[in-house]
């Protein structure tokens, strides 16, 4: 979902997706590293959560939902949501500003 009006999405808005799927690589690690930690204390508390030993075996246990670009706090925003295997009640937002992840949250949208 790209912000804009009902005549067309924001310019900066479509240069962002644009942008994504160049940089969406290089923005996996970091994003690995923030679900595994999400993970991290559930690990031990439930049994159907899979045992996942690392920040690289996420990806098998995620799916991507939605990519969400608009601003939020005044600045451009890229949010990619994720649905997980060890959190089925939440989708989990990684918003990026500045292509820096600045969150990982949880939401229902």
């Keep these: 979902m790209l912000s804009g009006g009902r005549a067309a999405p924001d310019p900066d808005s479509v240069s962002l997706a644009r942008e994504l799927i160049a940089r969406y690589?290089?923005?996996?690690p970091t994003i690995a590293r923030a679900l595994f930690?999400?993970?991290?204390?559930?690990?031990?508390?439930?049994?159907?959560?899979?045992?996942?030993?690392g920040p690289e075996h996420v990806w098998?246990?995620?799916?991507?939902?939605?990519?969400l670009i608009e601003p939020m706090s005044r600045l451009d925003t890229v949010e990619i949501a994720y649905r997980?295997?060890?959190?089925?009640?939440?989708?989990?937002?990684?918003?990026?500003?500045?292509?820096?992840?600045?969150?990982?949250?949880?939401?229902?949208?």
Excluded: C, K, M
């Design 25 to 28: 690589a290089t923005l996996r």
């Design 37 to 53: 930690d999400h993970y991290e204390p559930s690990r031990e508390s439930d049994e159907g959560i899979p045992g996942l030993s």
């Design 60 to 67: 098998a246990h995620v799916s991507a939902e939605r990519v």
């Design 84 to 109: 997980t295997a060890w959190d089925e009640e939440h989708t989990l937002g990684a918003r990026f500003q500045g292509w820096q992840l600045v969150e990982l949250n949880g939401s229902v949208r």
